[in-house]
């Protein structure tokens, strides 16, 4: 994904935010051991989120061990051990991580393309190793990217409908292999309104550099007021948020991050990205 799924953390209460970081450093150490160890360069708050999502429907406990303290981490802390929520999740971003990269060898700008020859190995390792522990949906991710890229090279599309693939994929990753229907017609489309939010945020992100380079943009020939984008942005993190409050809670803490992610920490990852304004809110 793109690394915009962040918590609020100071609005967190502290037993909160030592999950959240437990969860964080879970996932970290669960992609080292499933799909090599080079995989957690590419670790991304956007998966913490799709765990707890997932944990919250399917009712996985998150248990923990506490870390001895190392010269790059001298404090005790608490790692979420690894469980079959964290182990999908390390998988999943595998899987994207293989498609974006290959995706960015078609890219114009000669850097990028340098850059994704040089991890394409990497990658597809993660990407291998992840396909012998799970099944994933490969086939149906491909066709969601084959329509992005389409929408991409016609350039006529506009915000709502350039987020479409996106939020295809995100709810894809959130709703695969629930087996209760409601809970998994839930989370996709929690998933498809939050795929498109990321989408839509980080063509905002990109909106000068797409402009200088001519590259595809979906605001290109928007008249957006700065107000109205945040705005519309906002709407999807509320129909998210309602929707998810017709899960039932399992885990109160699980239930809270959410809250916090899609109420705040999406508002403020989106007012940072349009007002280029500074985010003290990180872990």
Sequence with gaps: MFGYIKADVP????????????????LCRTQRKYTGWLSSLFL?????????????????????????????????????????????CACAA??????KIK??????????????????PVVRHGMKKAKKH????????????????????????????SGGPSGEIFGLFASYGINDGLKAFALQNIG??????????????????????????????????????????D??????ELMLRRLPVYDAGYRAILMNIMTRGLHNEAQRVIYKEKNTTDV
């Excluded at 709407?235 to 998210?240: G, W």
């Design 134 to 161: 799970l099944s994933l949906p490969e086939d149906e991710l491909k066709d969601q990217l084959e329509a992005q890229a389409a929408l991409e090279k016609d350039g006529n599309a506009g915000p709502e409908p």
């Design 94 to 99: 595998a899987l994207l991580e293989y498609y």
């Design 235 to 240: 709407n999807h993190c509320e129909q998210a």
């Design 11 to 26: 609005d967190l209460k502290v037993r909160e935010n030592e999950l959240y970081k437990a969860v964080y450093c879970g």
């Design 44 to 88: 991304s708050y956007d998966f913490v989120f799709l765990y707890f999502l997932r944990a919250e429907a399917n009712g996985e406990e998150t248990k923990f061990r506490t870390a001895r303290p190392t010269p790059f981490h001298p404090n005790r802390r608490n790692i979420a051990l690894t469980n079959g929520e964290l182990i999908y």
């Design 192 to 233: 498809r309104q939050i795929g498109g939010w990321l989408y839509l945020t980080d063509a905002a992100d990109d909106l000068e550099k797409d402009r200088k380079n001519g590259a595809f943009n979906p605001f290109l020939k928007e008249d957006l007021r700065k107000d109205d984008l945040l705005a519309a942005l």
């Design 103 to 120: 995706d960015d060898l078609c890219d114009e700008k000669k850097m990028k393309r340098f850059a994704a020859r040089l991890l394409l």
